[in-house]
T-cell receptor, first 115, second 113 residues
């Protein structure tokens, strides 16, 4: 299957700072990128969907001003958690959709810890 | 809207015994069904999928799943469990349009030696 990378794999930051997470599709063009959030021992919850060159569509209850998503190219999407707080601590997983069969491929995830 | 139910939070099985992890779904139209496995602090690993064709789908690591349209189920199975199969398993579904995958809550599989 196709490969999606995320960077960093883990990050610890102070409350009030902003953190950027990068998601790259390495061997395919991802026309659509998805960002999921996973709390401990829970399922993946979709946060937002973004199409290359367009504004992201956020799921209900997700603050778009807090979770800034940029999908500037067919191989790169970024999620910026602005003014992070401890409750933003979570595992963030990106997913790119594309390739021959327009499938979804998942990144390895980024563990964010806000102190 | 699509939805997935995984009725069991935890499944325990002895090594060497067959295992089943249950999944039922709800979707308008024909479903695209997936199983993923997640190890601690890791991303999702794709196991198998059903799009069309044979109802019995074979995937990675000896896993298989059977699509049952009348029961709207897509249970994951393996004939002989290994301790290394212990992990969190997610069932996911989407419809034929460009909607994102919707995940079940996950089932933790514990294989005991």
């Amino acid at each position: 299957g196709a490969v999606v990378s995320q960077h960093p794999s883990w990050v610890i930051c102070k409350s009030g700072t902003s953190v950027k997470i990068e998601c790259r599709s390495l061997d395919f063009q991802a026309t659509t990128m998805f960002w999921y959030r996973q709390f401990p021992k829970q399922s993946l919850m979709l946060m937002a969907t973004s199409n290359e060159g367009s504004k992201a569509t956020y799921e209900q209850g997700v603050e778009k001003d807090k979770f800034l998503i940029n999908h500037a190219s067919l191989t790169l999407s970024t999620l910026t958690v602005t003014s992070a707080h401890p409750e933003d601590s979570s595992f963030y997983i990106c997913s790119g959709r594309g390739g021959k069969y327009n499938e979804q491929f998942f990144g390895p995830g980024t563990r964010l810890t806000v102190l | 809207a699509q939805s997935v139910a995984q009725p069991e939070d935890q499944v325990n099985v002895a090594e060497g015994n067959p295992l089943t992890v249950k999944c039922t779904y709800s979707v308008s139209g024909n479903p695209y069904l997936f199983w993923y496995v997640q190890y601690p602090n890791r991303g999702l690993q794709f196991l198998l999928k059903y799009i069309t064709g044979d109802n019995l789908v074979k995937g990675s690591y000896g896993f298989e799943a059977e699509f049952n349209k009348s029961q709207t189920s897509f249970h994951l199975k393996k004939p002989s469990a290994l301790v290394s199969d212990s992990a969190l398993y997610f069932c996911a579904v989407r419809d034929m349009t460009h909607t994102p995958l919707v995940f079940g809550k996950g089932t933790r599989l514990s294989v005991i030696a």
